[in-house]
């Protein structure tokens, strides 16, 4: 999540350089994931963190920042409804056909 993080903030910026600011609207992007205890620990903005999250790395914190600064949203999406998973892993028919019509690539 950090890495996608570093770049939904690059590809924002580098937009904001190459185009005029006030023709584009620059909105969040919405980021899925399906680890929801990873998503209540960066959406807490308690300045006390649990001895749990003590040992994170500096560097995991850039995707709080974004969310502080709306350049991210997130959002939970359940592990079988990831359409990703169809590029990642071997799944069950009838779960590979959803995918493949729910990105429009059915060919019946």
């Given amino acids: 999540m ?29 980021l899925y994931d399906d680890n929801m205890s990873v998503i209540i620990i960066i959406t807490n903005s308690d300045s006390d963190k649990t001895s749990r999250i003590y040992h994170i790395d500096i560097c995991y914190h850039v995707t709080q920042e974004a969310l502080v600064n709306s350049i991210l949203k997130l959002r939970y999406i359940q ?23 729910t990105m429009r690539l059915d060919w019946q």
């Fill in 79 to 101: 592990i079988i409804n990831m359409i990703a998973n169809i590029l990642m892993k071997i799944l069950p028919r009838e779960t590979h056909d959803c995918h493949m019509k």
């Fill in 2 to 30: 950090t890495i996608v993080s570093y770049e939904i903030s690059y590809f924002q910026k580098l937009l904001t350089d190459l185009i005029f600011t006030l023709l584009v609207d620059l909105k969040s992007t919405l």
